[in-house]
């Protein structure tokens, strides 16, 4: 039986933040994508660059330290402790994390209103 080429965000809400999730990527022998800490108004937004990097994450078939979203978007790739791989701001990147986060959700998706 063919594997589904579906993948799924998950989150779920913790004392820093919440915590997304990819699910599905692994049954392609690929780790799942993870962005932990994220302010709540961000959740819908990062749930959706979490959706593209998936889809460009699983297109290099590879383990890239950096990946290009739509529309020439920089993240770092960097492993974290449950083995999934989370999204940080490439390397010399100044600033904070949620600053850049929105900066990321604004650019890919300019019609968001944050």
Same mark, same amino acid.
Request: charged share 25%; net charge negative; proline share 11%.
């Given at each position: 039986?063919?594997?589904?080429?579906?993948?799924?965000?998950v989150?779920?809400? &913790?004392?820093?933040?919440?915590?997304?999730?990819?699910?599905?990527?692994?049954?392609?022998?690929?780790?799942?994508?993870?962005?932990?800490?994220?302010?709540?108004?961000?959740?819908?937004?990062?749930?959706?660059?979490?959706?593209?990097?998936?889809r460009?994450?699983?297109?290099? &078939?590879?383990?890239?330290?950096?990946?290009?979203?739509?529309?020439?978007?920089?993240?770092?790739?960097?492993?974290?402790?449950?083995?999934?791989?989370?999204?940080?701001?490439?390397?010399?990147?100044?600033?904070?994390?949620?600053?850049?986060?929105?900066?990321?959700?604004?650019?890919?998706?300019?019609?968001?209103?944050?």
């Amino acid at each position: 039986m063919k594997k589904p080429d579906v993948v799924r965000i998950v989150g779920t809400e &913790r004392p820093d933040g919440l915590a997304l999730r990819t699910t599905g990527l692994i049954e392609h022998g690929l780790p799942e994508l993870s962005a932990d800490g994220l302010p709540p108004y961000l959740g819908q937004g990062w749930a959706r660059v979490l959706g593209e990097a998936a889809r460009v994450f699983a297109a290099s &078939r590879d383990y890239p330290m950096e990946l290009t979203l739509p529309p020439d978007v920089p993240v770092r790739l960097w492993p974290d402790q449950n083995g999934a791989i989370m999204l940080l701001p490439p390397a010399g990147h100044e600033g904070g994390l949620d600053e850049w986060r929105r900066d990321v959700v604004l650019r890919m998706f300019p019609e968001a209103r944050i």
